[in-house]
């Protein structure tokens, strides 16, 4: 069975980088037939797609915070990474990570549990 | 960016009843929506994709139809278990999801 799980630091001050990490588990992050996701939900609100992978390190990035998002991916340890700069208070979300049902244009089909992120002084 | 309008925001059922969620698409998606279910505490839930497939292990009282703009999902009689929220999600154009539709007791 596929598992996501995401992990990195719970508080971020303003201005500093959040970085998050989702360990894939129970297949392989290689494989040609998925991409996979960030996707964040702030509390009390919608859920936000932030970007997608895939395993060859191309990424498709929400056109509003292209210029504050990196996400890379890492085939020798099966993980992929979020790296979100700049962040101030609205960025503070649960982050979930997630495998997309095939490629970029598909919803997403497993997920991580999430995990919260306060950004805070 | 494509936006996605979800109605009602809140909906007050009871078990048995019939319910429907709509989804509006600010621009023409084919049939590239998804619906989700999401409890408490948890993560999103994928239902339906393509606008009226169901994603394998979710119980036949859950259809999705609807095409170009204009969506639905659909409950058929309403369990205890579903109540909780409900969202749409656009993948024609990278990824939009809906405000959310939370279905509360009656």
């Keep these: ?121 | 960016d494509i936006q996605m309008t979800q109605s009602p925001s809140t909906l007050s059922a009871s078990i048995g009843d019939r319910v429907t969620i709509t989804c509006r698409a600010s621009q023409t998606i084919n049939n590239q929506l998804a619906w989700y279910q999401q409890k408490p505490g948890k993560a999103p839930k994928l239902l339906i994709y393509k606008a009226s497939t169901l994603e394998s292990g979710v119980p036949s009282r859950f259809s999705g139809s609807g095409s170009g703009t204009e969506f639905t999902l659909t409950i058929s009689s309403l369990q205890p278990e579903d109540f909780a929220t409900y969202y749409c999600q656009q993948c024609e154009s990278y990824s939009t999801f809906g405000g959310g539709t939370k279905v509360e007791i009656k």
Excluded: M
């Excluded at chain 1, 991409?35 to 859920?47: A, C, D, H």
């Excluded at chain 1, 996400?71 to 997630?98: M, P, Q, R």
């Design chain 1, 1 to 121: 069975q596929l598992q996501l799980q995401e992990s990195g630091p719970g508080l971020v001050k303003p201005s500093e980088t959040l970085s998050l990490t989702c360990s894939v588990s129970g297949g392989s992050i290689k494989n040609i037939n998925y991409y996979w996701g960030w996707i964040r939900q702030s509390p009390g609100k919608e859920l936000e797609w932030i970007g997608s992978v895939y395993y060859s390190g191309s990424t498709n990035l929400k056109t509003s915070l292209k210029s504050r998002v990196s996400i890379s991916v890492d085939t020798s340890k099966n993980h992929f990474s979020l790296n979100l700069n700049s962040v101030s208070a609205s960025d503070t979300a649960i982050y979930y990570c997630a495998r997309h049902r095939g490629y970029s244009g598909t919803p997403f089909d497993y997920w991580g549990q999430g995990i919260l992120v306060t950004v805070s002084s």
